[in-house]
């Protein structure tokens, strides 16, 4: 099959990472790949860090764009975002009458059309992909014009063939945005085992941070607000009263990280924590390997947290909040142990279990691993996305 990618994002960060993965995995099926990025972006650079998106280099009008995105007002930087359907459609479209394509493939964003339109026009069956909509809680950029992209939301689903979501929760709300279950599944994230190195760098790594003999829980990512990465210091604070032998290792960055800082230190744990800083992709997941237990303090709503694919891949035993996206993939007691989110007891109580028991430790890291290569693969999540296509 000759499938047509397209995206509006800067390709970096998760979402960068997400694009190559889907890509990576149509191209391992067999399928034909084009992708089309805004100007300037390339999500298979390697210099995107997955862990650090403020250092991503990027080029030409991308390098605009993002000017736009953090000095304009968000009302301007919405208008951007409807103007550049303009440009967008001909670039589709372009590509459509030069090449005879089977799927166009498309990553939701605010107020994009164009990709829906020109695929109408050129008669080519449309697939969306949808990583959040209109109105989500806890969104790291606010909205200035709701109920326009609203009513862009609405256009859009009535034009596509098919939709996936990656989770529960925006399966239901793009349902509501008048999206047909006929047309609609639930598709959450994945992972390529094949990034494992084939000798993770974790004792190296873990002499170079001091962590010899210590008990490492940590969590890695582009710290947003709702990681609330302060109630991880806090969970922190209470094991300490168990065992001296704990330590957490944040492997990242972001703004939320000076507020778990300052966390730590009224807290006089800051010599507990561990901040790597940024890293670049390739070396993510040696950082990952040091962990004994991944922790996601919380996350938000809509999104299928890729880091959580990544650990479970590692065989790291997680402690997760009970969240839509999260419970679309684990079963307390079996893959994970969950948590009410934002409760720092039970988190805490979660992690305490895992510590003082090696065998549960190993069972759940044994079978959330297993589901993911039975389940949540990339090969398998987009064998699921296709299958969603109906035949010619």
Known sequence: MHVLYHHRTQGRGAEGNHIVSVVSALRQLG?????????????????TAPVDKASTKVTGISRVWRFVSRHFPNWLFELAEMA??????????????????????????????????????????FLLEVNEVSGVPERARKQSFMRLCNAFERMLFRRCSRIHAVSSYLADRAREAGASSGQLAVVPNGFDMNRIPATPRREELRRRFGLDGTFVLGFAGWFDDWDRLSNLVEVMARILKVSPDFRLCLIG??????????RAAELGIADKIIFTGAVARAEVYDYLSMLDVGVLPNSNMFGSPMIMFEMMGLGIPLVLPRLPPIEDVHKHGQTALLFEPLNVEECSECVLSLFANVSLRERIAAAAKTRLLEEHSWIRTVEKILDLEPPA
Not at 253 to 262: L, P
Request: aromatic share 14%; proline share 6%; glycine share 8%.
């Open 31 to 47: 399928h034909q790949v084009r992708v089309i990025s805004p100007g300037g972006v390339d999500p298979f650079s390697k210099d």
């Open 84 to 125: 550049y359907n303009i440009p967008a459609y001909f670039r589709v479209s372009r590509e459509l009458r030069a090449v005879r394509y089977d799927l166009v493939y498309e990553r939701y964003a605010f107020f994009l059309v164009a990709g829906a339109f020109a695929a109408a026009r050129h008669g080519v069956p």
């Open 253 to 262: 960055d972001g703004r939320g990280r000076a507020a778990a800082a300052a």
